[in-house]
């Protein structure tokens, strides 16, 4: 079965720190690539994707993501840090033609002034 | 103002009793989900519905069902069967043609 692993539950960094949160899938063919973030009290969003072409991908609030298939890998990057970046961090794939999102455990992120 | 809604935020039951969660949507999506969120768990899919009088069993759908009778809604009832039902509740909904679900604000259950 497909599986999702994000190697980091909890990640505590100081303000202007660079961030790497790491995603890896298992399934070896066609892929699309989420991550999604929840804020404390606010809805599960979209931070950025990935179906096809450019394998770095550009989101929301300075993040991005690069796809790397032969590390079968979508990991999370942001250069610096900010206080209001707080909040819990989802990986998500979707595979060929399975209607279903797989989604990872989750890396909580806390960043401290 | 388009979205999705999930009432109540908070609901509380005794053990033994059914309860409904509900979720609708204006975004005229086809597609609607229902996650459980669990901590340290991720989402866990419980059910899902493409289509309008059609749904499907998730990763979790034991003790738990729904009914998809109109395109905006999409309710859940946790059942006296489910035997851990105290959790996060997250309904989602996509376009037939796209991969982006958008979620609600959740109902967090709590059964004693």
């Known amino acids: 079965a497909q599986s999702v692993s994000q190697h980091n539950h909890h990640v505590i960094l100081s303000e202007a720190a660079s961030l790497e949160l790491g995603c890896n899938y298992s399934y070896g063919g066609t892929v699309n690539l989420f991550w999604y973030v929840q804020y404390p009290g606010q809805h599960l969003q979209l931070l950025l994707k990935?179906?096809?072409?450019d394998p770095l991908v550009k989101g929301i609030k300075g993040f991005e993501a690069e796809f790397i298939k032969s590390k079968f890998s979508f990991n999370l990057r942001k250069p610096s840090v900010q206080w209001s970046d707080t909040a819990e961090y989802f990986c998500?794939?979707?595979?060929?033609?399975?209607?279903?999102?797989?989604w990872g455990l989750g890396t909580s992120l806390a960043v401290n002034p | 103002d388009g979205g999705i809604t999930q009432s109540p935020k908070y609901l509380f039951r005794k053990e033994g009793q059914n309860v409904t969660l509900s979720c609708e949507q204006n975004l005229n999506h086809d597609a609607m989900y229902w996650y459980r969120q669990d901590p340290g768990q991720g989402l866990r899919l419980i059910y899902y519905?493409?289509?309008?009088?059609?749904?499907q069993k998730g990763d979790i759908a034991e003790g738990y069902s729904v009914s998809r009778e109109k395109k905006e809604s999409f309710p859940l009832t946790v059942t006296s069967a489910q035997k851990n039902p105290t959790a996060f509740y997250l309904c989602?909904?996509?376009?037939?043609?796209?991969?982006?679900?958008?979620f609600g604000p959740g109902t967090r259950l709590t059964v004693t």
């Open positions: 990935y179906f096809s072409g």
């Open positions: 989602a909904s996509k376009k037939d043609n796209s991969y982006e679900q958008y």
């Open positions: 998500a794939v979707k595979d060929g033609n399975n209607r279903k999102l797989i």
């Open positions: 519905s493409q289509i309008v009088n059609d749904f």
